[in-house]
């Protein structure tokens, strides 16, 4: 098993937030996906992709968000962790509003007599 030692395994979907507060020494490999990881009073912003691993090095609230699908191993004595899904977004969504960034309004046009 990939994640054979480890603790527990998340499946994170898309956007997918987990808030750990307290999880130094806490470790995090990813196989499948990429992570994106902050923590407080760093301001590194830590991204992991399959086959890295990090160990959190700071005490406080560290925040790990799913950039694609992904799967989690996670090495930890106890953290609490609240997983927090992001809001669903389709593929026409995301299409219509990077359209609309390129729409020019009739309410942005300014008018030009006519002589």
């Not at 700071?58 to 609240?82: D, F, P």
Request: glycine letters at 8%; hydrophobic letters at 40%; a neutral charge.
């Amino acid at each position: 098993m990939l994640c054979a030692g480890y603790t527990k395994v998340w499946e994170l979907a898309p956007n997918e937030l987990v808030k750990l507060d307290g999880a130094r020494g806490t470790t995090l490999r990813v196989t499948r996906g990429t992570l994106w990881l902050t923590l407080e009073h760093d301001t590194r912003d830590i991204v992991l992709e399959a086959g890295n691993a990090f160990t959190i090095d700071r005490g406080g609230l560290t925040l790990v968000e799913a950039q694609s699908s992904a799967t989690v191993c996670v090495m930890a004595r106890h953290t609490g962790e609240v997983h927090v899904r992001g809001p669903r977004v389709t593929l026409t969504e995301r299409l219509n509003a990077w359209l609309d960034s390129f729409d020019i309004t009739a309410d942005r046009r300014q008018s030009v007599p006519y002589y």
